[in-house]
């Protein structure tokens, strides 16, 4: 058998290249990302550090970012990694000029810069739209779920907590004690101060995680008793990070995770929002995420598709108001069984097994076989009989102290209907079938009308083309399945530095010149 023979064998004498900027190739990745980060204004940053003249020189943060992004694009997260990379790896010993940064310096500058970040993240944008001409036709939002840096075995109820924190506080008086008479007698088998010390600084932060959790819990029970009365189960939360919620995993069971949401734009692929929302509230940032990119980047978005549990009826309102496009898949559609040319003329007979129905044990028509007469301002049943308004600017309670305007539109027919057991079995109260017709449901019916066209369906089902594959890289090829810090304002700039990232990558191996 041949073996291959070593190029160059260990006693051989070899010659490397004279400069670490001979090792890099000119077209290597990492010099455009040099050239797109000298192009940063970096005033925001520069004015986060303070001009006293005293300790080492800081490193500019051309460089401190430049590693990190390169990091993540290369699947280094960590920073002891980073460190580690600066002194071995020549092409962050090329990035960085042979600077030796310390791992505890990389892990404040992530966390320190919150609104830094931000500009930086714009920036970059700005900067790959110029070379991507994109005019913001179709931008699509949604939200995933990333495990949150804590146990899942270390999830407690409010009651815990509180027994807890008794404990706490009874073994906290215990070592006070204890450091009383170390005071007064010295006693070689009796704990020295420093040990005590200790357990009074490891009490104390475990106290401190305690109360955050308890917050946390507390708040959550009350959110669900309003929502679910007095049988609701009482909140859980995670004693090592309180701001992330127990949510189902992607991969299957429960743990703390935080939901990250993204803005994409079609055309350039690249992400103009990024954001960290609490528990399921993905619709609480659509309409904050389109302000934002009108305002960074001076182009209002034309058309945007959404999940249906992001299109809350107040976001179709703004959306609507600010002149966005939305495109989304909504329930409440009108039956295509309950649509005739007359109104006024009943459904065939035959047809009323195939109207809608919803409910339980006994169902009833679905509201979708009831068709809205804007003219008439009514509703018609499928027994061709009107449901007109009683009740207008009715107020709705939505939970979480917001309220809605709804109208209550009535039949008055239905105690001689032959229909009436189908269309409402549950039905005990002398009034007639009622349908529920709230503020944004105009808004509800152009999404509709707009879903009924062709390009309507075609933009609502690349939505997921766009969006998921970023999910997919940020997940699949960086390995990005966990948070490495904890806290929402950590998690918050660890998402958007992911972020950033992926934005880099995209001009950085583009080909085109920066
Ligand atoms: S019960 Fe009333 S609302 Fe229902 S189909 Fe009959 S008339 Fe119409």
């Known amino acids: 058998m041949r073996w291959a023979s070593a190029p160059s064998p260990r006693h051989q004498l070899v010659l490397f290249p004279t400069s670490l900027d001979e090792s890099i190739p000119a077209n290597h990745p990492l010099r455009q990302l040099d050239v797109l980060l000298d192009s940063i204004d970096w005033t925001s940053w520069e004015n986060n550090y303070s001009n006293e003249h005293c300790g080492q020189p800081a490193i500019h943060p051309k460089f401190m970012s430049g590693c990190i992004l390169y990091g993540l694009l290369k699947g280094i997260r960590s920073s002891r990694k980073l460190e580690d990379a600066c002194c071995n790896r020549i092409d962050f010993m090329w990035f960085v000029e042979n600077r030796k940064i310390d791992h505890a310096t990389f892990a404040k500058f992530r966390q320190q810069h919150g609104d830094a970040i931000k500009d930086l993240f714009r920036q970059v944008n700005q900067a790959a739209l110029k070379l991507r001409q994109s005019g913001f036709i179709e931008l699509a939002t949604d939200g ?10 270390k999830i407690y109820t409010e009651e815990f907590f509180s027994s807890r924190l008794d404990e706490l506080d009874r073994k906290f008086s215990e070592a006070m004690k204890e450091l009383e008479e170390t005071d007064v007698i010295e006693n070689p ?3 020295t101060k420093e040990e005590i010390y200790r357990k009074l600084n490891s009490i104390n932060r475990e106290k401190q ?8 819990a507390e708040e959550l029970s009350q959110k669900r008793k309003r929502k679910a009365g007095a049988f ?3 909140g859980k939360t995670s004693l090592t990070d309180s701001d992330s919620q127990l949510m189902p995993n992607k991969e299957g069971g429960f743990a703390p995770n935080y939901t990250p949401a993204v803005t994409v734009d079609k055309e350039s692929g690249l992400i103009l929002y990024a954001d960290i929302v609490e528990g399921h509230a993905e619709a609480d940032c659509v309409v904050p995420a389109m302000k934002e990119i009108t305002a960074n980047y001076c182009k209002k978005p034309v058309n945007v598709s959404m999940d249906s549990h992001v299109a809350s009826g107040e976001n179709l309102l703004q959306l609507e108001k600010d002149g966005i496009n939305t495109f989304t898949k909504l329930r409440n559609q009108t039956s295509e069984i309950a649509k005739r040319p007359d109104l006024s003329e009943p459904v065939k007979k035959e047809d009323w097994d195939k109207l809608p129905k919803a409910g339980g044990k006994r169902p009833q028509l679905h509201r979708s076989a009831f068709i809205y007469d804007e003219k008439n301002d009514c509703y018609w049943c499928p027994a061709g009989k009107q449901l007109k308004p009683e009740k207008k600017n009715a107020k709705a309670w939505m939970g979480s102290n917001k ?9 008055k027919s239905c105690s001689e209907c032959e229909f009436k057991d189908t269309c409402m079995p549950r039905k005990k109260t002398k009034r007639g079938r009622t349908i529920t017709r709230d503020e944004y449901e105009n808004c509800r019916e152009k999404v509709l009308q707009r879903m009924d066209t062709q390009e309507g369906k075609e933009i609502y089902k690349r939505r997921m083309h766009i969006v998921e594959t970023i999910f997919g890289y940020l997940k699949g090829v960086l390995g ?3 948070f490495l810090y904890r806290g929402m ?7 958007s530095w992911m972020c950033l990232a992926y934005n880099v990558r995209k001009i950085i191996y583009s080909g085109q010149p920066v």
């Open 189 to 191: 088998e009796l704990a």
């Open 403 to 411: 309220s809605k305007s709804i109208a209550l539109y009535i039949c």
């Open 480 to 482: 990005i399945r966990q």
């Open 232 to 234: 609701a189960k009482p």
């Open 489 to 495: 304002e950590k998690v918050k700039n660890e998402w």
């Open 209 to 216: 995680l305690c109360q955050n959790a308890l917050k946390k």
């Open 144 to 153: 995933t779920k990333i495990r949150a840096n804590a146990s899942r075995q």
